[in-house]
């Protein structure tokens, strides 16, 4: 039981990998005050570059790199087509994923000749799995938190530097608050167009990661469509954790859950249409949840305040009555 357990935890963890990525990219731009809908673009694209660089160099590092600058040179046309072309940045966030699921597969057609995956023409290079030293050693724990994937250990570590970048530096103050008011912001001299190209070239570099894992991690070569709606799904756990880094990893995990599950049912379940569909059910669950107690939080700010307001009210006017009281009375000096 215990071994069936700690191998559910390792799955749930090896799984939510990407989707944590994804989310710290979805968090950067919502803290500066627009959606990322172009993620699931930006991992393709890294997906895809990682593989072909790192087989081109024959170095690991040079094609992670590679793979890094291709996401963000996603950002920063999109950035290029709505700041400077005024394009509406949802219609070409949308259009870029529709096209760059083809333009994948037409890449890959090009460097390889066929139309599915680049294994067994291409040798690109992966990361390993680490274990670590004496808590792989422990019973139970080390079975769970050791042996993963570099790139596992990397989106752990990559939630506290985004953390600390937005709310302990500089640069992140500004990007919250062009995030909270473009128009406050601008007028102390902050460049709301260059913050949000900054927050979308650095949100295109964590979310490249994530595509990478799945190319260069998980498996050491890039197939159609391997992201696989997960750039969706990132952006989900990211708005649901209201565009906080650390509610966004736990979202990742809980959306990383429901695929664990649907691994797990597969050999059980006859229909796979809908074990496919669990992970976006779960997110249309999730959002109802959420709206809800997000509303009711609401209307009990709304009523605490207006409980304030009438005792503030009542204050006021039981220290002017107290004030007319004093100066009607005989001795205070008033004829």
Known sequence: MLEFVSNFIYSL???????????????????????????EAMMLTASLGGVLFSAWTQNVWLGILGGAMTAVLIALFLCFATFVMKVDLYLMSISLNMALLGGTVFVVYLVTGTKATTAGVIKSLALGNVNIPLIKDIPFIGSILSGHNVFTYLSIVMVFVVWFLLFRTKIGLRMRAVGQNPQAAESVGINPRRIYTLAFALAAFVGSFGGMYLSMGYQNFFIRNITANRGFIGLAAATIANGMPIGSMLMSFVFGLAYAVTNYLKPYVVDQYFLTALPFIMIVVLYFIMSFWRSKQADRLLKINRQRLAEEKERQLWEEEQAKVKKSAPGSGES
């Open 13 to 39: 963890i090896r799984i939510s990998t990407p989707l944590i990525f994804v989310s710290i990219c979805s968090t950067i731009s919502q803290q500066a005050g627009l959606l990322n809908m172009a993620a």
